[in-house]
Structure formats: structure tokens, C-alpha cells
């Protein structure tokens, strides 16, 4: 309201009466001074001379009412001035006039502000809200006055040039006045200037504190009055608050060094004036008024802002003990308040505001003051204060509703009395804790999801303080408390109100103890159990990954009293709670464990909890394992390191060990006593005596575990003064418990193996006790088993003699080979062998007992070396050669041969043992065995290497004939073939008429053509070819044209995979997928004969693993196609052709589609099914190459069954087509089946074909013909009685087409003779000339006689010429043939040349004694019928030309060989790859291996047995540098499909990689083999390869990357490299480790490129290469890396392989490199920073601060709200670049840039604060952190203890949890981080700078920010708002 303008006559008359009452002020202030008096003025002056208080008080009211009317701020000016400075008087004036004269200006002062004071008081309370004049004058006076209050210190105050104040007024007196006055219309009246502003105007500090006891008069006059009303109190409560705020809690930071001492007083004063008051008026009455509510808990939590003023003080410890001591005094009056109100009866509000006065003292106020003096020299008495809050508390009755009844509090307060050593102080705070939390045990209280934490704190505080005498009894109130708690489970209705009411505040979870809790409520409680580790981690800090040098401090004494009450928090929630029993005891017991190695002091404080669990666990129905991990936990090294852990672990085990406890009990603790010693030596004397009294126990269970103890400490070495101990060994030697006897014989083997005892001492000892002897074998065999396996055991510990220092010994030594072994030794030797030897014939062992007594004897013969075992390399070697063994090298070939058969029979009886699975415990026992045994063969393996080097090995002899039976082995003459139809012509004949199926066919013959001088032609040019006419394939009707038509395919295929085979290898894989496309095309667009292209395809193909995609696709195309043919012959056709594919690697498979064959063709029954015919004779063609005359290897046991059963399915379908009075067929068809003898067998006499089975018949016959060979090595009298039933079919029959193979093939197997041969000639000449020139039956006879006439070694030419004319004579136009007679005789014809393919063979192949005349006969006869002659023959002589033409590749056979050598990689016959050396180990082994091999391919019954035995097997064979042909073997096991699980695929990477170490030493072979074979298995596609060995074989490989690369030069180097990361990349998320090794490798590679090693056997890598690998590693790869590690880290909660161990071996690697010539510039971290690299980069920043500094201003920049998907990257990304500081200097800049990047970028999109808090938070708990006072400040008890969180490795073991799990992680950072970043800025002097920034960012923030922020700017300033 604008002041009224007053007249100027209304002024002017103010004006004069105040000079008028000033002037009399003045003159009666005047002092008379008698002597200058003149007579005539004697009136006048004793009339001015009135006392004052009769005439000055007056004068002053009318001032105040003069004032009042004029309200002229120049009036009160002069008043003001008046009052306080007088009148000038003279200089001389007496001393006590001047104190009159200051009397009476005081009085009229008084009364001046009395008077004002009245008016204003008078006018507020009768003042009419209308009546603005009345208004605008308070209002006017309000603000003068406080004008007037400064005015009047300044006029009183000493002037700045130092002269003094003018002393003629009231002075000060007028000051006190006018404060006094001006409180008591400040109290109680809202519209007046505050108090605190008056405070802060104020300049002395007297004046403030009588302005402060002004207030507090009015304040307690107010109260009085108003009778403490609510909204009275409400006023009141506000005036005081405001000065109370500027006196007590202003900002430090603004006050003036001089000051300080003086704004204490005042702190002090206005804090005993507040407490006062309120003390007064709880004395009142009964009831308690709002005002002293509100005082009580305003002043708690001022006291807990107050305590803030101690960051700014952390520089100053005068200044942080003074705020301590007012702290004290603070709380210690609060407390006496808290106490008296708890007392007065309170209503529902004022018990809550008692409440949260109480909560802020205990959460906030309590740990910090208790804990000062661990950091200022400032000690408190706090039991009173304990005791006192304890009392109240117990004194309200509805304190369970207060916010401190949290798990946070509990434990800040557990915090605490940890930290204490007073048990007064102890017990006042267990107090405080029973009080408390004793409510939630009540059933009607508020069950919160942390109330389980809570009993676990309680119970574990009373568990510790258990052993304090004074807190017994409030340790076991405690216990009891917690225990209820821990156990109850919180009811439907109360988790649904804790949930909904308290959601919102436990969504803050601002400490880690709610976290925690949070975490445990939620259903997937691996989040929970995983936050437990990321803690445990973090204490320890034992992660050794490198990915910065951030290594932990060690923590403060409460954060270690913290950490402990974590830990038995969680073990006794986890042993006691009925919800936790799926949280891990063992999880516990390994967080206490970190903690204790870190902080073995706190073991005794540990031990009671323990012990309690193993009480209540031995109580209840707790699992046994969980008792002994307790008592083996009180054991342990991080218990007994601490001398009272051990003391008080000792003193609860000891007594255990005494007579009279349970012998379970007793011996249990026995068996732990070894670990005790290891861990505290100290304990060894006591421990030997408890075992010393145990020994001679009559118990034999505590004898049996005494001894079975002493020997487990003589195994540790922890035996000492052995001679006593000796004596006790032997008086246990002849117990009559044979387990004794056992442990006494381990003890002195474990004697004898330190060397505390002498073996042939002990020897002669036993000997003696046990009278035995060691040469006389059967004094041992009737030992127990168990005595007699400690003995073997022990027979393994001898050795050599020792050497003698004498010189002529020296020599003789020398001489002699050195030291020779002692005689006991070799007594014991002899005994191990001779027991190895007898045992089996012992008939009191069982199996399992032999089994384990050979096992040891394998064990102790390894320990010992050749030359001990009595094998002289020489002597060997001499030996092996000869065919009579001299006499004087027996002994030596005796012994080896010994230790062979030992070792033999060793092989022999582990396959029995595998083979038994009987009994479920012989796994381990199996296990045990083959381990002793492999070092058993191999120690014998090695010293054959020694002996006989290069010779060890022998080349392999083939076992086999090779695939083509039929094919001849050398070549034909060039003038042959020349004759011979060219591929042009077949061209041009196929271009006149392309669309003739037979046409086509024969220039898919053609074009398989493979000249000498011609290059292969490229695939893609003969796709393109046989493209144009596929489409033209037709079925014909005759079998022979069909069988032709379909090997003219399989003829092209195999030119295709030539051609694929030609091209480079790394386009192999590409050029064969693009076949198969074009081949599936063929199929689906243009004839079903594609899918025969494809089938014959896969046949065709070898098995280079590149190629393995490509068939199984091939295969899949035909198996689930089954509705995609058309007709059902090419159906069966392609099946079986599928089939012998995966015959190959005896694919189960492959007997469900045999199934479906028969089925087929038996639904068939009467028709010709020729395709399925065909098929099955392909099939029985490829399996009859791993069929050999004699073998039990069980793949061909598998062969021979699958052909026979083929077989069988022809030979009916055979005896479907005749008629026949007897089943003789099909009882043929069974003993082939079976595989019996057909001797006896009557074969039928004569047979009819069917009426129109003809077709069928021939069909038939054609593919019997092609399983002869196959049925040969089956058994060579039932091929012969197949034979005789196809002879006893009548000519015409199409019989003639089988003559040629049967013949054939049982002149090759011997079973016929050329005498035979010359005789089917005859009588086939003489049905030849039998029938008339025009019957159709003439050409079956005709067709065999050209086909036999070319087997006879003689002289055939006569019956070739009537072959030739009898066809002449058909073909020519007058003959009456028909025209499938005239068919036959064009292919009767080019069978007189060759070998038709699908009739007679598989590959068209010309006879070598044919003759070019009789060659250009034919085909001038073909090329004339093709002219002229009828549309059938044209057709047939088509195919024939195509069939001649083919016969010129001469040296097809020999180049198939070559390529079947090449390819025949799963069809690998150890045998004929490698033997070893006749008469040796390694001819046994391998003799294994190849019988073991060939029973892996096979899937059956033994196939597992087989995969187990190779497994051990090629582990023997590691042992020595193996030829590279062995590779083979290798191969051939990796990649068959029957492979037993990834056993035996790791034994054979292990081989495989093992061959390829540096420094394999090879003499007359090479190992390049295995080098080649890992080249070729790091080129595989990543998933081929993972189905092949796996992610953890893909781990084995890059673990031996860095042997392959050293021997690779430098292209293939870089190719290998490449490919080995394209796999570790692929494979990572299926295994990370294969990536960690991968780096790991290369780390290998680096560090040896630096080395300069003597050693010339390592290799290293070319410069080259190794530059071309640093520029890899460095940058080729970077990106694809960060993006792997960024896609698992996007996984919300579902990634649980983490990348740290990778990115900490990349770190290394580029260490290494940028330690090179390779500088950091043109590393990969150089890129841009993207959501993809962040995270790697974040990691890579330890490399330079510039990085560092970059990724920071990156992530800090991210606005979070454009895309929230990037929030949980930006976070771990965060915690990886967080710990990257190096020093002060970086983190002050980085803090400062980062705020700087806020004050652009914001702070509430941006992670910029939560940034700094995660690098706030590393920096405190670092090593870094030299300033301990700062982080053990007081202030720091009130933490939200995110400490415990800090890990090196933080960033990786949190990718596990959710986004809101990580984002509460951050939450508890930024709780922490104002206290903590105003410590730090004020040790680094910044804290100026920081909160001017954080004061510009606060305008905008918002939320959780704003208030940080404030925070920040709170603690830098020192307090204020």
C-alpha cells in the first residue's frame, strides 16, 4: 500500500514539536555546574534539572507519538540519532555527569520504543482489516524499525578509520532498547520482519546475542500468553525457526574466520535458550504444548543438517571438534526433551513428530557422533544418550510405525555397536536396537519385506556379543528377537499393505540393505543370490583381469564392522529363514571367506555366529553337507590366521576329540585336524597330542581316523620331530583293523616322499614288523586289499643311491651311466611287476579288487623312471632286431617284455571295466585306473622314442584291393585309343536331334571325357553344358539303357566334383553350394533326373570337410522330399544312393531307409521296380569297400550285415519272378542273411520265369551281378550258390548278364579256375550256335560270351569273330530280330570292347586286350546302325558311341585311385596309415587304435566301449611326436557322425594340438599333417565346426593358436588368423571363453615376438606376420569385438556370459602392441564413439587420459530420452570408464569438465550425474586415495554403503540384472555423492568453482537431481539452505 501524502502544515508542526521535545531532551540531559552559574538563572536551571524517570520517560512517549503522527523517515532519523549520540557537551565534563547524562538518554529511549512497541501490539490486535491508514503506519514502523536496529549499532559501533563512537547519547543502551522492543512485536506477529533477517543485519556479535535472549524472552512470554495453542504455535515455531536457521545452521562458508569463535557462542546460546524453553514448558503441566513438539523435532533434524558442517571443516579439526561438541551438547539436551516428552500424555500427531525426532537421531546423528573420535580428538559420553533414547522409545507405544524400524537403520546401528569397545556403550546400543525392532515380533505389527534382514542383524549382534559378560543378556534378548523375525513369514494381507501403501519409498531404495531386500521379494531370486557375489566381489577385490589399474583400498574400521554384519546377516538368513532356503549357505560361507582374507581380525567376531549355525543346523533336519562346510569353515585359514580365532575354534574342537563324545563326532573333527595345522602351524603340538591319545583308542573308528590324519599330515609336510611319530606308525601297523594298517603305510610313504625318512630304511623296517619279503611275491597276495594298495603305493617311492662326493666314485658313476638304483628299490620294483603278473591268478581278489590293485602298481611304476625299471636303451634296441635273444641281454629283453604285457593286459582289463556297468560306483575306480595306466604307457612310449627314434614307425599295408574290383591297373595304347569316338563327335550326334533322351545320355558320357593333355574343365562351363538337356531324360523301357542312362549321370557328376576338386581350395566350398543349386534346380524346373544328378553328386564326392554343408544338404533335399517324384524308380534310386553316402559313417540312417527300399519294392511285388534295384547294388558297392576277408572290427561287421540283407531283398524279388516247387531261394535268401553255410542247402533244379516278370528279372540279375563281389568277402560258397541259381534260369533270362561277375569274381577270390572259365566258354559257344539267327534268346548268350571271352587268359579270337558276326548279322536290315533283339546286339557289340557301365561295372572301362581294328569295327557298325537303321537301335547306338567315348579316359582308373586316396578320409584303415615297430608298445597301441577307430565309425552296441578306449589311447600317444599321417585317424574320428559325445572329441583335439607344440622333436618323418589338418579345421564355418567340436573344442583351438601360427608362414598366417577370430567371434555367445582365448593366444604370439629366448626349439613368428597380426588385433577386428560385447550387454537380465575376461586380454594385447611399433593412433580406440563401441572403448580408456576424458564427454552428452532402449549401455558403460582416474590432477579436470558438459547438455536427460557418481565412488574406495581422514570422516557413517559394490570388475558382473536393478545401483552412487565430491573438492581446493557450477544447473533440474544438487551446494558451502 502506497504511504498517504500528509500536508505540509501537518509536518511542519511534527517537525517543531520534536525539536521542541528534542531540545528539552537535550537540556535535561545537561548536568548543572553551580560554579559557572550566574544568581539570576539559578530557577530556570533547577527547574531543566528533574529526575529522568519523571520527565525523560515522558519525553521519550512523546517522541514515539510525535513520530507516529508525522511518520517522517528524516524525524526518525533524528530521533534515532538523538537517542544514541546526545548533544555535544563540553570536552571537560566530568565522568559522572557523562554516565548520568547516558542514563537519562537511555530512559527516554526506553521509553520511545516502549511506547512504538505498545502501539503496534495495540493496533495488531484491534486492527480493522479496512482501516489502510492504520496499516500502512505498522507497516511503516515494522520496516523502519528494523532500519533503526542496524542505524543504532552503527551509531554506536567504532568508526572504520578507528576514532570512536560519539558518547554522549544512550549508546548501546538505546541498541538493547530498541532490540528488545523491536522482539516483542517480532515474536508471534507473522506480518513482521523476521527474526533471522534481523540476525544476519546484525554486525556484532553482542548485539546478535541479545537479540537472540530478546526472542527467546518474547518467544517464552508468547507462550505463556497464548497457551500454546496449535496456531499459535504454528507462528511462534516460525519466528524461531528463522533465526535459529541464520544463527545455527548458516552457511560456514560465509563467515569470517574472526567470526567463527563468536558465532559458536551464539550457536551455543540460542541453542541452551531453545532448549530451555522447552524444558520449561514440559515442567508445566502435563500435557505437552505444539510449540515444544515442534521445537523437539525441528531441533533433531537440525542437529543432523548441523553435523553436514563437518565436510566443510574436514580441513580445519579445531573447527570439526568445536561442531562436534555443540553436536554433543546439541543431542545430549535434545535426548533429556525427547525423554520428559515421551513422558506427557500425547496424542496421535505429537507421538509421529516424537517419532521422526527419534528417527533422525538414530539413523543420522548417533553413528556420526559415536564414531568422531576414530577421526578428531573429540571423545562423548554417549551411554547416557543411549539409555535415555532407548528409555522413550520403550515409553511410546506406537513407535513401529516409524520409518527408523527399517533394515537400514538396523544396521547402521549394528554399524555402530561393532565399532564400539565400551560394553556400557555396547549395551546402550543394543538397547536402542531392542527397542526398536522388538515390535515387529508381534503378530498385529506391520510385516515389511525386509524384516528377515533385520532378525538377521540382530541375531547376528547377539551372536558376537554373546561372549561379552556385561551384554550376555542383551545378546540373548537380541538373538531371540531375530530369531522370530528371521523365521517369520510375512502373511497375504500384510505383504499386500507393505507393498501398496510403502511402494513409493521402497522404490527410492537409497541403501544397499533395501536394495538388497527389494531384490529378495522379487521372483527371480538369482538376482538377489547374484547381488550377494557382486558384494562379496567387491570386499575381496580378488579379480585379476587387467582392464584398468583400479585396485581397492582397504576399508575404514566401521565399513569393515559394516561388511562383517553383511556377512552373518546373510548366514544366518540363510541357514534360519524358511523363504531363503534356495539362497546358498555355501554362497555365504564363500562371502565371509573374501571378507576374512582380506580382514582376519574380525575372525573371532565371525567364529560365534558359525558355531550357532552349526547348532541350530545340528538341531534340525539341516542336510549333513551343511554341518561339515561349518566345521570345515571354523577350520579354515581365514578363521585360524587370526591367533583368537584360532584360540577360541580350538577351544570349541578340542573337547570334541576327548573320550565320551559320539565316535562319529569325535572323528569327524579328527579328520579335520590336518587342515587346522596347514592353516596355523601353531597349532601342530597340540594337535599331535590329540592324535597321539586318538591312536591307542580302543574305538576302532577314532584309531582308523588318527591315522588316516597323520598320514594326510605327512602328506602336507606338516610333520615335525618325526622320530616320536615313527614309533606310533609302527605300533599301527599290525592293528587288527586293516584300514589302520592302510593309513599307517600312506603315512610313511608320505614320510619317505619329503624325504623325512629313508625308503630302504622303512623297508627293511617292514620286513622286520611284518616279516615279509620283498623277493617272495606270495607273501603279499593274501594281504587285505587295502593294506596291500598302500603298500604298492609305497613300493613306488624309492629311488637312486646317493651320490658319494669321493672322485674315483665320480668316474666310476660316469662310467657305469651315473647313480644305479637302491637295492631295495629294485626289489621293489620286481615285487610291482611279479604282483602285476600274479594277480589275475589270485582267486581270492575279485574283479574290482584286481582292478584297483593294478591300478596303484601302474601308479608307482610311472613314479619311477626307465632306467630304475630296469630298461637299458641299448639293449632294447640290440634286441628288438634279433631273432634269439643273447644270454646276457635276457634280463634286460625280459624286463620289457614284462612291462609290455603288463601294460597289454592293463588295456585289456579297462575295457572290461568300462564295459561293466554294474556298479555305480566304478566310475571313479574306471577313471582312477586309465589315468595310472596312460602314465604307465607313456613313460614306456617315451623311452621307445628314445630308443629307437625314427624307427618306432613303419608305413601302413593296405588291407584291401582298392574300390574298383573290376578295373585294370595299367594302360591302354593311344592308337586304341584313338579309335575310339571323340567328344566332338558325340557333341555334333547329340546337336542333330537333342531332344533323344539316349542322345543325351551319351553326351553326358562325353562330357565326363578326361584327356591326359586337356585341362578340367571349370564347373560352371559343364553345368551350363549338361543345363541344356536335362529336361530331355526319359525312362526306356529295357533295364540295361536304364542302368546306362543313370551311370551316364553319375559319370558327369564325378567330372563336376573333378572339376570342384581342380579349382582353388578356398573356392571349393562356394563352387559346390552353387552346384547344388543348379542340380535342385534341375529337379524342381526341369526333370526328376536332377535329383539322380544330386544323389550321384554327394556320392561322388570326398569328404574335405569344407564340403560337409553341401551333402548334408543334399541328403536333406532327397529324405524329406519324398513326395516330390515322380515315379517311384527314381525314388528308390536316390534313396539308395543317399544310403551308401551315409554308409560311409554308418549313419543309423541308414537301416530306416533300407526298410522303406524293401517296403517299396515288396508293394511292387510283379512289377519292375529296377531303380530300387539299382540302387541296392550301388549301396552294397560302396559298403563292400570296408568289407575285408577276414575281420571283427565291428564296422564291417556292420558292412557285411547291411549287404547281406541287400542281397536277400534281390534273391526274392528274384524268387518272385520264377516259378519254383520248393523254397530253396528263400532258404538261400536266410543263410545269407544270417550268414550260415549253404553246403547242405538243395538248390533247385530248374527254373521258370514268370509270365511278365521278364523286364523284371533282368533287373534283378543286372544288380545281383554288381553284389557279387561284395557277397565274395561275405562268403564265397553262397556266392556260389547264387550263382548256380541264376545258371538253372534258361537263356533268355537275362543270365547272361551276371556270367561276367560271377566268373570274375570267384576266379579273383580263387574259387574257380581258368579251367572253369574256358568250359562256361564252350558251352556258351555251343548255345550260341544252338538258336536260329532271329530268336530273341540267342543275344543273352551272345552278351556273356563277349563279356567272358575277354576274362580267359588264353586265346579267344575265334569266338570274338562269331561274337561279331552273329551281331553283324542282327543289325543288318534283312534280319527278322526285333527290334529289342537288334538293342541287345548294339550293346552285345560295345561289350566285346569294354565294360558297360550299370550292366557289367560302375565306370565304362575298355578291355587291354582289345585291338584298334576291332575297336573302329564296332564303332563304325554303331555309327552305321545310328544312320540306318530302326528308331530303337538308333537310340541304343546312340548310348553305345556315348559309352565308347567315355572309354577313353585310359587313365581313369589311376587317377581315381589318386582321388580316392585323396577322399577316403572316413574309410580310413588305421592299419594302412601307420604301424609301430614289431614286438613294441607303440606296434600294440596303435594295433588298439586301429580297432578302436574302426568301432567309432560304427553306431552299435560297442560303439561307446570304442570311444572310451580311444580316448585313453590317444591320450598315450601325446606323449610322443607322432608321424603326420597319423592325422588321418584324427580326421576321420572329428568328423563321423558317431562320435561319442565331446569325449572323445577333445581327446582328439588334445592329440591333434598337441602334435603341433614347438619343440616336438621328429627324426625321418614330419609332423606337417596335423599342421595341415588344424589349417583346415580353422577354415570351417563356425557352426559346421561347432557341430563338429564344439564351443569348448573351438576353445582347444585357439589355445593352440599361437603353435599353429609360429609354424605358418606369413599369407596363411594371416588367413588362419582371420578365420580363428571369424570363430571365436561366432562361438562367443555359446562360450566366451573362446574369445578370451583367442586374445590370450595372441597375447602368446606378442610376447614371444619380444623375447630373445636361447632356446632355438621355440619358434616364433615371421615379422611379417607378427605386423600383420598387430594391425589385426589392433584395428581389423575392433569393431566386429565391440559389437559382440555390446549385443550381450543390450540382454536385459538374460546375458549371463560376461565379456571381462575377453576385454581384460584384448587390453593386454594392445599393451603389448602399443609397446611396439604400433602407436595408439592406429588402434581401433581411435574410432568415433557409438552405442556399439562404447563399452569396449570405456574399457580401452586406461590407455591415455585423452581416451578417457573422450568417452566420458561422449557418454555424458547421450540424451537418455530420445532412446531409453540406451539407457542400461550408458550405464555399464559408466562403470567401465569410472575407475580409469589416474591421479588428482585428472579427476579434478574430469569433474570439472563433466560439470561443464551439464551446464550445455542439462542434468535431467543426461547420466552426467550419475557419471560423476560412479567416478566420485571408485576414487573414494581407491588406492588412490591417499587422504584416509577424509574417507573414515564421520560423516561417512550414514552412507548408503555403495562401497560394498565397488569392483574391479563391476561393469561385467552386473550385466546379469535387470535395467532397474543396475539403475538402483546408480541410485545409492548419487546418494552418496554430495558428501563425498565436498570432501574430495575441498581436499583439492575446488569446491568455489564446483558449487558455482552445481548453483547454475540447480535452476533447471528437477526431482532427485535438484536435490543432489542442492545437497552439493549445501555441503561446499558449509551448511545453509
Partial sequence: MAPQKKSKASSHRSEKEIDALLKRLHSGCRFIL????????????????????????????????????????????????????????????????????????????????????????????????????????????????????????????????????????????????????????????????????????????????????????????????????????????????????????????KIQLDDLLAHNEESRLILNESLRICTMNLHKDRSVCQFTIKMIEYLAVSLASYLDQLVYTSTNPNESVAVLELSYEWLRGLSDLIR??????????????????????????????????????????????????????????????????????????????????????????????????????????????????????????????????????????????GEKLIKRIPTVIASSISSSSSGEEKSERLHLIDLLASMKSEPPSTNYQHLIEVISEAISDSDQTNLHSWRRRPLALEDQCSGLLVGLTFLHMSVMSPILTEHGYQRTLAFLTSFLECYPRAASRVLPSVLDTVRMSSQSSSPLSQILSSVAFIASKPILSDPHGAHLAWTYLSPLTNDGVPSATRASIIRILPQMCLNNKKLFRRIRDVIGKSMVSTDPMVRIAATATLSDMAKLDLLRDVEGIVSWIQGRLNDEESTVTRFALSALRYLVQNEELDFDLVVRVLEKRLGIDLGVVDDFLGWDILALESLVELLGEGGLEEEDDDESHDEEDEEEGGPAPTVKTVKAVSLLIELALNIKSEERYDFSTQS??????????????????????????????????????????????????????????????????????????????????????????????????????????SSSKGKNEGAQQHRVSKAVLSALPETSVIRSMYESEDSVSARVAAYFYALGVEDDNDSIPQTSALLAEMTECISYFAPPADPPSYAMQVFSITNAMSAVFRSIQNADENSQEELFETAVDQLEEWATEFSEYGYIALSALALATDDSPQLYSGISRVQNIILDGSDMFETEDVKLLCTCMVAARLSQTTDARVVDLLDSVEKSIERHNGQSCFGGYLGLAIFVQSVARKIRSHGSDPSEDWCREQARRCICILLKSLNNCTLTDNESILELASCIETGKSSDTLPLP????????????????????????????????????????????????????????????????????????????????????????????????????????????????????????????RILQTSSRMSSKGKTMAVFTCCASIGELPGVTSFVPNIYSSVKKDQVSNVVAMMEETLLNGEVECTHASALALGVLCAMRNSSQTTQQHKREKKS????????????????????????????????????????????????????????????????????????????????????????????????RRRIGFDGRGFLDMSTRLTKLPAEDLSKSIGAAGAQQMMTAMPNLLFQLPTSAGEEVANCLWGISRDLSPENQMVMTEFFVGMKTIFASAGKESKDKSKLSTSPALLRALQNFVASGLFDEFCKVAAQSSKIDASSSSSYATSIAAYLECLDMISASTITTDTMGIQSDVSYNNVLVMASCASFSSKQTRRVETWIARQNVRD???????????????????????????????????????????????????????????????????????????????????????????????????????????????????????????????????????????????????????????????
Fill in 1245 to 1368: 533244379s530248374e527254373l521258370t520265369v514268370k509270365d511278365g516278370a521278364a523286364q523284371k528279372l533282368i533287373g534283378v540279375i543286372i544288380a545281383l551281378s554288381h553284389c557279387f563281389p561284395a557277397l565274395a568277402g561275405v562268403s564265397t560258397d553262397l556266392l556260389k550258390s547264387v550263382v548256380a541259381v541264376i545258371d538253372k534260369l534258361p537263356w533268355g533270362s537275362g543270365k547272361g548278364f551276371a556270367t561276367h561277375a560271377a566268373y570274375k569274381t570267384l576266379i579273383d577270390a580263387g574259387v574257380y579256375s581258368m579251367d572253369d572259365l574256358s568250359g562256361a566258354i564252350a558251352n556258351t559257344v555251343a548255345r550260341v550256335q544252338g538258336f536260329d539267327s532271329d530268336c530273341i534268346d540267342l543275344l543273352d548268350p551272345l552278351f556273356s560270351l563277349a563279356s567272358l571271352c575277354h576274362l580267359s587268359s588264353g586265346k579267344v579270337k575265334e569266338e570274338l569273330n562269331l561274337v561279331n558276326e552273329t551281331a553283324t
Fill in 1464 to 1559: 577316403d578320409r572316413k574309410n580310413v584303415d588305421v592299419n594302412s596309415i601307420i604301424q609301430g615297430k614289431g614286438g613294441t608298445v607303440m606296434e600294440f597301441v596303435l594295433q588298439q587304435v586301429a580297432k578302436a577307430h574302426s568301432g567309432v565309425l560304427v553306431q552299435h552296441s560297442s560303439t561307446k566301449l570304442a570311444t572310451k578306449q580311444l580316448c585313453i589311447l590317444f591320450e598315450v600317444l601325446e606323449a610322443v611326436a607322432l608321424p603326420g599321417s597319423f592325422s588321418r585317424v584324427i580326421e576321420t574320428t572329428l568328423h563321423s557322425s558317431a562320435v561319442g559325445g565331446t569325449e572323445l572329441t577333445n581327446s582328439s583335439l588334445k592329440i591333434l594340438f598337441s602334435q603341433i607344440e614347438s619343440g
Fill in 852 to 957: 584297483r590293485i593294478l591300478s596303484k602298481i601302474y601308479q608307482s611304476l610311472a613314479n619311477y623312471s626307465a632306467v630304475i625299471l630296469g630298461l637299458d636303451p641299448e639293449s632294447i634296441r640290440t634286441c628288438a632286431d634279433l631273432t634269439s635273444i643273447p644270454e646276457d641281454l635276457s634280463g634286460d629283453w625280459e624286463r620289457y617284455a614284462e612291462l609290455k604285457s603288463i601294460v597289454q593286459s592293463g588295456m585289456a582289463l579297462v575295457t572290461r571295466m568300462q564295459d561293466d556297468t554294474k556298479n555305480d560306483d566304478s566310475g571313479s575306480t574306471t577313471a582312477e585306473f586309465s589315468i595310472n595306466l596312460v602314465a604307465m604307457m607313456q613313460l614306456l612310449l617315451s623311452f621307445e622314442e628314445e630308443t629307437f627314434g625314427s624307427f618306432l614307425f613303419r608305413k601302413g599295408s
Fill in 340 to 481: 520428559s516428552a515421551s513422558a506427557k500424555e500425547l496424542d496421535e500427531d505429537n507421538t509421529k513428530s516424537l517419532t521422526k525426532a527419534i528417527d533422525a537421531i538414530i539413523v543420522a546423528i548417533l553413528p556420526q557422533l559415536s564414531s568422531s573420535t576414530s577421526s578428531f580428538m573429540a571423545a562423548f559420553e554417549m551411554t547416557s544418550i543411549y539409555a535415555t533414547i532407548a528409555s522413550a522409545i520403550n515409553t511410546l507405544g506406537q513407535y513401529s510405525t516409524s520409518t527408523t524400524a527399517k533394515s537400514a537403520a538396523a544396521m547402521r546401528l549394528g554399524t555402530l555397536a561393532l565399532s564400539l569397545e565400551s560394553d556400557r556403550e555396547i549395551s546402550g546400543v543394543c538397547d536402542l536396537l531392542i527397542g526398536v525392532f522388538s515390535c515387529f515380533t508381534d503378530d498385529a505389527a506391520l510385516v515389511d519385506n525386509d524384516v528377515t534382514f533385520v532378525g538377521g542383524i540382530l541375531y547376528a549382534l547377539g551372536c558376537v556379543f554373546s561372549s561379552r559378560p556385561n551384554c550376555a543378556k542383551k545378546a540373548l534378548t537380541m538373538k531371540k528377537v
Fill in 34 to 253: 553551580f560554579e559557572d552559574v550566574k544568581k539570576n538563572d539559578i530557577s530556570n536551571i533547577l527547574r531543566n534539572a528533574a529526575q529522568p524517570d519523571e520527565v525523560h520517560s515522558e519525553l521519550g512517549r512523546a517522541l514515539a507519538h510525535s513520530y507516529i503522527e508525522s511518520l517522517d523517515d528524516a524525524l526518525g532519523e533524528r530521533i534515532i540519532l538523538s537517542l544514541c549520540c546526545g548533544e555535544d557537551i563540553e570536552s571537560n565534563s566530568s565522568n559522572s555527569h557523562h554516565q548520568i547524562s547516558k542514563t537519562n538518554y537511555a530512559s527516554a529511549a526506553n521509553a520511545f520504543f516502549s511506547y512504538l512497541a505498545e502501539y503496534v501490539l495495540a493496533n495488531n490486535n484491534g486492527e480493522d482489516s479496512n482501516d489502510s491508514v492504520a496499516q500502512e503506519k505498522l507497516h511503516q514502523i515494522r520496516s523502519k524499525w528494523l532500519q533503526w536496529c542496524v542505524r543504532c549499532e552503527e551509531l554506536i559501533s567504532p568508526a572504520d578509520n578507528g576514532s570512536s563512537a560519539n558518547s554522549n547519547g544512550g549508546g548501546r543502551s538505546v541498541l538493547i532498547s530498541c532490540l528488545k522492543n523491536y522482539s516483542s512485536i517480532c515474536v508471534g506477529n507473522s506480518s513482521a520482519c523476521g527474526c533471522g533477517m534481523v540476525y544476519r543485519s546484525l554486525k556484532s556479535s553482542t548485539s546478535r546475542k541479545y537479540w537472540i535472549r530478546s526472542i527467546a524472552s518474547a518467544l517464552e512470554l508468547a507462550i505463556t500468553t497464548s497457551g500454546g495453542g496449535l496456531e499459535e504455535s504454528d507462528v511462534l515455531f516460525q519466528d524461531f525457526h528463522s533465526l535459529f536457521e541464520a544463527c545455527t545452521l548458516q552457511a560456514r562458508g
Fill in 1763 to 1921: 532412446d531409453p532402449s540406451n539407457l542400461r549401455m550408458l550405464l555399464l558403460s559408466s562403470l567401465a570408464v569410472a575407475p580409469q582416474a589416474r591421479n588428482d590432477i585428472e579427476m579434478k579436470e574430469s569433474i570439472a569438465n563433466l560439470f561443464d558438459i551439464m551446464l550445455v547438455a542439462g542434468t535431467n536427460n543426461t547420466l552426467c550425474i550419475e557419471l560423476i557418481a560412479a567416478k566420485i565412488a571408485y576414487w573414494w574406495d581407491s588406492r588412490y586415495m591417499n587422504e584416509m581422514s577424509a574417507a573414515t570422516h564421520p560423516i561417512q557413517r550414514v552412507t548408503t554403503m555403495s562401497s560394498f559394490l565397488i569392483s574391479s570388475n563391476l561393469c561385467f558382473e552386473v550385466q546379469s540384472l535387470p535395467n532397474k536393478e543396475i539403475s538402483a545401483i546408480f541410485d545409492l552412487f548419487v546418494a552418496d555423492l554430495p558428501a563425498k565430491l565436498a570432501l574430495l573438492c575441498q581436499m583439492w581446493k575446488i569446491s568455489d568453482d564446483i558449487s558455482n557450477r552445481a548453483t547454475r544447473l540447480c535452476k533447471d533440474a528437477t526431482d532427485k537431481k535438484k536435490a543432489c544438487l542442492q545437497k552439493i551446494i549445501q555441503l561446499l558451502d558449509g551448511g545453509g539452505e
